[in-house]
């Protein structure tokens, strides 16, 4: 397993691909620190007292590796999933940034053995060998779903605009080339890895959206605008204040991405698995919702309280209630993971 800053090193040596404010910076750039920090948190305390027994998980392959690379086995498994991502968001102020890449990994762990199954691709193959590579490498990787999608009203081939949901535009021997965009990407600007899912159910028609692949964050053609969201201020010394956010816009201008990092391809009635693969990965994704939304009410719990008590209110009846209240609720969201 990797260090934190082991992460951070590989990160500033990946091609400047990122855009703010209308310029390509590099992933050294100041305002993607904030978010950079809390994807080292997940590698640097795995040898903590607290968090050791939760971020380690054995793996037959290679032994010992971090639990955000890990296919999950059992109920066990995901509780201790759900455990873990509250903990560190805790730290982070609400956001872990590493479950969407591997809620995606584990939504493609069946996709990918019934695709292969109905449509005689290697699908299933394919994602072995890249989860080997993930894992090997304790991977820190990003999930882009959500399409542009234009007008609501239209299914992605009635579009006026046949690129507003990402497509596959060209098939080859050796791959295919994907065309579009996909929007409101937590963290992408500073994963190593992208993993790309359809959206939506799909229809005969729309084969050629039903695509899902996994390409580096700097690869060729793919660009990331970038919205920072951790802004520093130097005269308030806060630790929260270094930890942040980044949603990022992702182009695929014509992105080639070869056999072996293409799980599912466009083919002819691959549409079927297009919504079991965006349900799939939404499923886990809200088992991690569990875990990470709890914190974030804690947060802002502690933070309530806090101002109450400033105020001289704290013992004030209305404000109790409502503290309560957000207690109840983080519980009962907490409750639900745990009962799913």
């Given at each position: 397993m990797k260090t934190?800053?082991?992460?951070?090193?590989?990160?500033?040596?990946?091609?400047?691909?990122?855009?703010?404010?209308?310029?390509?910076?590099?992933?050294?750039?100041?305002?993607?620190?904030?978010?950079?920090?809390?994807?080292?948190?997940?590698?640097?305390?795995?040898?903590?007292?607290?968090?050791?027994?939760?971020?380690?998980v054995e793996s037959k392959e290679f032994g010992t590796i971090n639990r955000f690379t890990h296919i999950h086995q059992s109920v066990d498994d995901l509780l201790k999933k759900q455990e873990l991502t509250r903990k560190i968001c805790r730290l982070s102020g609400g956001c872990v940034f590493r479950c969407m890449g591997i809620d995606a990994m584990n939504a493609l762990s069946i996709i990918t053995h019934r695709a292969e199954a109905m449509t005689g691709q290697p699908y299933n193959q394919r994602f072995l060998e890249y989860l080997k590579f993930w894992q090997e490498n304790d991977i820190v990787g990003s999930c882009a779903q959500t399409d542009v999608k234009g007008n609501r009203a239209l299914r992605p081939h009635e579009q006026?605009?046949?690129?507003?949901?990402?497509?596959?535009?060209?098939?080859?021997?050796?791959?295919?080339?994907?065309?579009?965009?996909?929007?409101?990407?937590?963290?992408?600007?500073?994963?190593?890895?992208?993993?790309?899912?359809?959206?939506?159910?799909?229809?005969?028609?729309?084969?050629?959206?039903?695509?899902?692949?996994?390409?580096?964050?700097?690869?060729?053609g793919v660009k990331l605008v970038t919205r920072a969201s951790g802004h520093k201020r130097e005269k308030f010394d806060c630790p929260a204040g270094d930890l942040g956010d980044v949603e990022n816009f992702i182009i695929f201008d014509d992105v080639f991405v070869p056999n072996e990092r293409v799980f599912l391809g466009g083919g002819k009635g691959e549409h079927a698995f297009g919504g079991w693969t965006a349900l799939l990965f939404a499923l886990y994704h809200r088992h991690s919702y569990t875990g990470c939304k709890p914190a974030s009410s804690e947060i802002i719990l502690g933070f309530s309280a806090l101002v109450s008590e400033y105020s001289g209110i704290e013992d004030k009846k209305h404000v109790q209630s409502k503290l309560a209240d957000l207690i109840s609720v983080a519980e009962l969201v907490y409750a639900a993971g745990i009962a799913a």
């Amino acid at each position: 397993m990797k260090t934190g800053d082991e992460f951070l090193q590989k990160l500033y040596q990946m091609k400047p691909n990122v855009i703010i404010d209308g310029k390509t910076v590099g992933r050294d750039d100041p305002r993607l620190q904030a978010v950079a920090k809390v994807m080292a948190l997940t590698l640097d305390k795995v040898e903590e007292p607290d968090f050791k027994d939760l971020l380690k998980v054995e793996s037959k392959e290679f032994g010992t590796i971090n639990r955000f690379t890990h296919i999950h086995q059992s109920v066990d498994d995901l509780l201790k999933k759900q455990e873990l991502t509250r903990k560190i968001c805790r730290l982070s102020g609400g956001c872990v940034f590493r479950c969407m890449g591997i809620d995606a990994m584990n939504a493609l762990s069946i996709i990918t053995h019934r695709a292969e199954a109905m449509t005689g691709q290697p699908y299933n193959q394919r994602f072995l060998e890249y989860l080997k590579f993930w894992q090997e490498n304790d991977i820190v990787g990003s999930c882009a779903q959500t399409d542009v999608k234009g007008n609501r009203a239209l299914r992605p081939h009635e579009q006026a605009d046949p690129d507003l949901y990402l497509r596959v535009v060209e098939y080859r021997d050796d791959g295919i080339v994907v065309r579009g965009a996909k929007n409101h990407i937590t963290a992408a600007a500073v994963a190593e890895e992208i993993i790309v899912l359809p959206t939506r159910m799909l229809t005969p028609e729309e084969d050629e959206y039903a695509v899902a692949f996994a390409v580096p964050g700097d690869w060729d053609g793919v660009k990331l605008v970038t919205r920072a969201s951790g802004h520093k201020r130097e005269k308030f010394d806060c630790p929260a204040g270094d930890l942040g956010d980044v949603e990022n816009f992702i182009i695929f201008d014509d992105v080639f991405v070869p056999n072996e990092r293409v799980f599912l391809g466009g083919g002819k009635g691959e549409h079927a698995f297009g919504g079991w693969t965006a349900l799939l990965f939404a499923l886990y994704h809200r088992h991690s919702y569990t875990g990470c939304k709890p914190a974030s009410s804690e947060i802002i719990l502690g933070f309530s309280a806090l101002v109450s008590e400033y105020s001289g209110i704290e013992d004030k009846k209305h404000v109790q209630s409502k503290l309560a209240d957000l207690i109840s609720v983080a519980e009962l969201v907490y409750a639900a993971g745990i009962a799913a």
